[in-house]
């Protein structure tokens, strides 16, 4: 049987490979990937820790399912936003989205 | 090792392998491409948990929209198909840094919790967790209150989605 | 226990005995024993794809007033091998400026989204692949490796056609995946689960009978999932030329092809599960399972023919209007008919069985007659206002 501590560590390892997406890349749509590798590492830790404790109690997958919902929703805004941007100044280059700089 | 102990070290390995493929690939289509290879690692981990419902609800909601979204973004955004210039900042290390620091305060925090060792009790027979899944979305004992403001939420953003994205110079 | 009786399990526990036998561990022996039935399934499943492509054939060339293929063989039964052989030797090309590692995988992901849905179709009570608890999900998972499949064919190829055709038919799978994904609740509120064999287990009466109005909206989201016509715009073959497949050649549009037939056997097969009664035929399927899979295949050919049918006899419809028709029309009536189903189910709780069906039926009549009653009226006054018999002011600026 697999100790609750792998899916752990599993999971604070693709946090931290979002974080530095997240943190790294330059382009808005590629933030936005880094960002939904973190949400799914919160996932896992949320599925684990049902499947770890008391199973007849739903709370980690009513959040886990709630989670997908506050994806979906980031996404759809987000990128929308993204193309509302590109539209307006031509580049997605989040540096060169400074506008509100000066 | 267990079988079922290599099976997960296999679908980690792999997830984890395309999630960096994720966060270091110049082309952005590929990086879409290997994110939803990510997602799909992440549903089989929720599959070993036994998470059937969440698993293939990864799979329609992660791969079968976002995922399409996100190549549908890239493709919209790009003036011409080839990438041009760094794909990375100019302080990349730093980010690197940060990661691996993030990565090994969550470490520590974890192991010092007193149930981190656990394992998972065996699923008692008959077990069935969708139905168990449904009542508790449904509850108003449960988390009723929750799943409603949840949709109100995706209502928001699809309104706010189309308002943003929407043209008003075409006519 | 005999053959007869559950052939799957009785064969699975010879070979896990002879591989014992020859002194392989138990748990190995029982996961290669897992594999050859994947593989023997598979293997099934292509041979009837071949045979597919030769029923499309025969039944096309009766509906255009043809013969069809008659020269090799019997009835021309040959003539799909030559078209293989043909597929084969054909130069498999990789258009210059293509990304060569995704333009390869799309065709293999094209038919693994078809194969895959297999693993949850009940065949026969006890010769099923997995009895997943939630199969009619499962359904919409392959769905989406099959939008992908198709925008990464699109993409990858390095053409303005066939990137027209990948976009066009992921909005479409995308838009049309909702209405599907609202009719495969309402088996799942007749039955109460979205396991496939207790879907089955619960058509006392068939669903059909119950939701005629959702088995229709389920088959026109269907197709137009499969990107048959009247719903091909991805192909287009008159404005696309071929659309998403175009710089495929040889084999690897022979993959693309033949997945396209076996997805709309499966969907026929999936349409007779969710409101045909899947193998049940008059306690015919309990005699043997083998009776149950011919009643199964029976009525996934019956539905297949229903799909080639519409193919055949409908003109293909513009983009606009497509996405128009699902967004303002089917997505919510099949919004609409979710909530009556889930109320009258809740009113006819207790009800005796033909209470229940009759009330069920009636209002799925209604239902119907009423979108329709909207859909004509809005009809009209668009009409009215493109042909100038009263044209409002705001209509000109």
Known sequence: ?102 | ?171 | MSFWNDPLKVAADWLEGVFTGWGMDAVLSHVLVAFLGVFLLIALLMVLDIFLVWIERKVVARFQDRIGPNRLGPFGLIQPFADIIKLIIKEDTTPSGADKVVYNLAPILSMMSVLILWAVVPLAPVVLGVDLNVGALFLIAAGAIGTLSIIMAGWSSNNKFAMIGGFRQVAVMVSFEIPMLTMLMIPTIYAGSMNMNAIIGAQDVWFFILSPLGALIFLIAAIAELGRAPFDLAEGESELVSGFNIEYSGMKFGMFYAGELLHAFTFGGFWAILFFGGYRFFGLEQVSPFLAILILIIKAMLGYWVIMWVKYTMMRIRIDQMLGFNWKFLTPLAFALLLVTALMNALLADAPTWLYALGMFLANVVTGWIALEIARSATRKEREQVEGIKTPVEAHH
């Open chain 2, 1 to 171: 090792m267990t079988a079922q102990q290599i099976i997960f070290m296999i679908v980690a390995a792999y997830t984890l392998g395309s999630a960096l493929m994720v966060v270091t690939t110049r082309n952005l289509v590929h990086a879409a491409l290997w994110l939803v290879s990510t997602l799909f690692g992440v549903a089989v981990a929720y599959a070993l948990l036994n998470a059937n419902f969440i698993a293939v609800v990864q799979v329609v909601v992660y791969i079968g929209a976002i995922a399409i979204l996100f190549i549908f973004a890239v493709m919209l955004t790009r003036k011409d198909m080839r990438d041009s210039g760094p794909q990375m900042n100019r302080n990349w290390w730093a980010g690197a840094i940060v990661a691996v620091l993030v990565f090994a305060g969550l470490a520590f925090l974890l192991s010092g919790w007193s149930g981190f060792q656990n394992t998972a009790a065996e699923l008692p027979a008959e077990f069935d967790a969708i139905s168990l899944l449904g009542e508790a979305l449904t509850s108003p004992q449960a988390f009723v209150l929750p799943f409603e403001v949840a949709s109100v939420l995706l209502l928001a953003a699809l309104v706010g989605a189309v308002y943003v994205a929407f043209n008003p110079t075409k006519k």
């Open chain 1, 1 to 102: 049987m697999v100790p609750l501590s792998w899916y752990l560590m599993f999971a604070a390892a693709l946090f931290s490979i979002g974080l530095f997406g997240v943190l790294v890349r330059r382009n808005a749509v590629a933030i936005l990937l880094g960002v939904e590798l973190m949400l799914n590492a919160v996932n896992i830790n949320l599925v684990a820790f049902w499947r770890y404790g008391d199973v007849t109690a739903m709370a980690g997958q009513v959040f886990a399912v709630i989670v997908f919902a506050v994806a979906a929703a980031e996404v759809a805004v987000g990128l929308a936003l993204v193309i509302s941007v590109y539209r307006r100044r031509n580049t997605v280059i989040a540096d060169e989205l400074d506008m509100l700089k000066w």
